[in-house]
């Protein structure tokens, strides 16, 4: 492109000027432009060739914003992980021992309609207990611990199921989280209202400077969080404990579990 420019130049004959528009948001009149002269003399009677550059953009034509929303749904379902610790003064003793209270918490489960699929041993193992005080480290016996992790579970059993099964052997509660059936419809829900808030507030901001909206050119979701989602609606809706009864052998409050959905939003701007 230079050689060509130069050939040009020295040929006497200018280059025709080359332009691109850069408009501003509604506006008629070109707001930028950027001027590049380039040249070199080859004598006075030598014209000079110039290019005048302004760029045009669609950006300007258009506003983003965001929206966010946040519900408040009750948990009905739940998913508890305990433990089971043994020792003995030997290996197969403290085995023995771990798989007696073991097969009861589970025997426990059953009887309380938990099914098998929803009962999972997540981890175990078997350690050998020593004397670190002493030069040899000698070993004075072993312990095993055994974790259950237990899905499924309506809420108003939580209570219930914790408390009979450390009375089977349990003897570690791990962690309890709580989930919700209907995440799916309340995220819907949320999203409706985080895209509310983004078209308020588009419209709000194109008023303020003159403008109005076209529509809606690019959404954006960013608040997914399926977390605390249950997917198993039958097994939520199915037969449950009564909840005194669960109140009376253990207090289980699972209060609320916020979903929120957020959306960012490119909105045409017009006039």
Same mark, same amino acid.
């Given at each position: 492109?230079?050689?060509?420019?130069?050939?040009?130049?020295?040929?006497?004959?200018?280059?025709?000027?080359?332009?691109?528009?850069?408009?501003?948001?509604?506006?008629?009149? *070109?707001?930028?432009?950027?001027?590049?002269?380039?040249?070199? !003399?080859?004598?006075?009677?030598?014209?000079? #060739?110039?290019?005048?550059?302004?760029?045009? !953009?669609?950006?300007?034509?258009?506003?983003?914003?965001?929206?966010?929303?946040?519900?408040?749904?009750?948990?009905?379902?739940?998913?508890?992980?305990?433990?089971?610790?043994?020792?003995?003064?030997?290996?197969?003793?403290?085995?023995?021992?771990?798989?007696?209270?073991?097969?009861?918490?589970?025997?426990?489960?059953?009887?309380?309609? *938990?099914?098998?699929?929803?009962?999972?041993?997540? !981890? +175990?193992?078997?350690? #050998?207990? /020593?004397?670190?005080?002493?030069?040899? =480290?000698?070993?004075?016996?072993?312990?095993?611990?055994?974790?259950?992790?237990?899905?499924?579970? #309506?809420?108003? =059993?939580?209570?219930?199921?914790?408390? =009979? !099964?450390?009375?089977?052997?349990?003897?570690?509660?791990?962690?309890? /989280? +709580?989930?919700?059936?209907?995440?799916?419809?309340?995220?819907?829900?949320?999203?409706?209202?985080?895209?509310?808030?983004? =078209?308020?507030?588009?419209?709000?901001?194109?008023?303020?400077?003159?403008?109005?909206?076209?529509?809606?050119?690019? *959404?954006?979701?960013?608040?997914?969080?399926?977390?605390?989602?249950?997917?198993?609606?039958?097994?939520?809706?199915?037969?449950?404990?009564?909840?005194?009864?669960?109140?009376?052998?253990?207090?289980?409050? #699972?209060?609320?579990?916020?979903?929120?959905?957020?959306?960012?939003?490119?909105?045409?701007?017009?006039?």
């Amino acid at each position: 492109m230079m050689n060509q420019n130069l050939n040009e130049a020295f040929s006497g004959k200018p280059k025709k000027p080359s332009f691109r528009v850069f408009a501003a948001a509604g506006a008629s009149a *070109v707001l930028g432009a950027a001027l590049l002269l380039s040249g070199c !003399s080859a004598g006075a009677q030598t014209a000079v #060739p110039y290019t005048v550059q302004i760029q045009n !953009s669609d950006d300007l034509n258009t506003i983003t914003v965001t929206g966010r929303e946040e519900i408040s749904v009750a948990p009905d379902m739940a998913e508890l992980t305990y433990s089971v610790y043994s020792q003995g003064n030997t290996a197969s003793e403290c085995q023995e021992a771990n798989s007696k209270d073991l097969a009861a918490a589970i025997e426990t489960l059953k009887g309380l309609g *938990v099914e098998e699929a929803s009962i999972q041993t997540s !981890s +175990y193992g078997l350690n #050998p207990i /020593r004397n670190w005080n002493s030069g040899e =480290q000698e070993i004075t016996g072993y312990e095993m611990e055994t974790i259950i992790t237990v899905s499924d579970i #309506p809420i108003d =059993q939580a209570g219930t199921i914790i408390s =009979q !099964s450390v009375a089977a052997g349990v003897n570690s509660i791990d962690s309890l /989280r +709580y989930f919700a059936s209907s995440y799916d419809a309340s995220y819907q829900e949320a999203l409706k209202g985080a895209m509310a808030m983004a =078209q308020e507030k588009a419209e709000a901001i194109a008023e303020a400077s003159g403008r109005t909206l076209t529509g809606v050119i690019r *959404v954006q979701e960013t608040g997914y969080n399926p977390t605390v989602r249950y997917a198993n609606a039958a097994l939520a809706s199915g037969a449950r404990a009564e909840t005194s009864a669960a109140m009376e052998e253990m207090s289980v409050m #699972p209060g609320e579990i916020d979903i929120e959905a957020s959306v960012t939003v490119d909105f045409g701007l017009d006039g």
